[in-house]
């Protein structure tokens, strides 16, 4: 199964409050989990990634964490800014059989929004 | 690096006419992924290549899609004949072999079937 979840769809913080965005998977196989990052118009960036042998990443304000038994990892975005208000993907990626080909399922997204 | 490059950035069309949408992967990557990007479905995979080798057609959705990687510099995703439903945003992204490594994605073409 290749499938990943993410919750929730759209989310609305006020500026300087914690946005929290979840994600989980079912194929343990995934052993690489990016965030994206996407503003209107433009093509998702890479924000911040965690590998399942950590149970957090934290980078400036923004904090993955990870929990490999319940098969869940979430992003926290603290003192959030209306500069963050975006669309956040989770993804998971997966090496395959053949050599070094990698695929990434992306979740289907989290509109947030951070009020001034 | 420039990037990613996608072109067009956007493309309206008549139903039934044919698409190509083109992508230039940045140098010395050796996957690149094709997305197509809606709101009731968000990023779905098309197909990725992996050294100009189709290794996952299996999102391409129909057969009137149709990727090719002639090279290691270029790529294109072709629709023929387009529909209305086929309206979307399609990203390009290109990642290195090496493994834990993140994929850039281009600005996408905003493709409108009318």
């Known amino acids: 199964q290749q499938q990943v979840k993410q919750s929730p769809q759209s989310l609305i913080v006020q500026k300087g409050g914690i946005s929290i965005i979840n994600c989980a998977y079912e194929n343990t196989a995934f052993d690489y989990f990016p965030w994206y990052q996407q503003f209107p118009g433009k093509g998702p960036a890479l924000l911040i990634a965690i590998r399942p042998d950590v149970s957090e990443k934290k980078e400036g304000r923004f904090t993955i964490s990870f929990n490999k038994s319940a098969k869940q990892f979430s992003l926290h975005i603290m003192d959030s800014q209306p500069g963050d208000s975006a669309t956040y993907f989770c993804?998971?990626?997966?090496?395959?059989?053949?050599?070094?080909?990698?695929?990434?399922?992306f979740g289907s997204g989290t509109q947030l929004t951070v009020l001034p | 690096d420039a990037g990613v490059i996608q072109s067009p950035r956007h493309e309206v069309t008549e139903m039934g006419q044919e698409v190509t949408l083109r992508c230039k992967p940045i140098?010395?990557?050796?996957?690149l992924f094709w997305y197509r990007q809606t709101m009731m479905r968000g990023l779905e995979l098309l197909i990725y290549f992996n050294n100009n080798v189709p290794i996952d057609d299996s999102g391409m959705p129909e057969d009137r899609f149709s990727a090719k990687m002639p090279n290691a510099s270029f790529s294109t995703l072709k629709i023929q004949p387009s529909e209305p439903r086929d309206s979307a945003v399609y990203f390009c992204?290109?990642?290195?072999?090496?493994?834990?490594?993140?994929?850039?994605f281009g600005q996408g073409t905003r493709l409108t079937v009318v």
């Open positions: 140098s010395g990557h050796n996957s």
């Open positions: 993804a998971a990626s997966i090496r395959l059989s053949s050599g070094s080909a990698r695929q990434l399922t």
């Open positions: 992204a290109s990642r290195r072999g090496d493994p834990n490594t993140e994929a850039f």
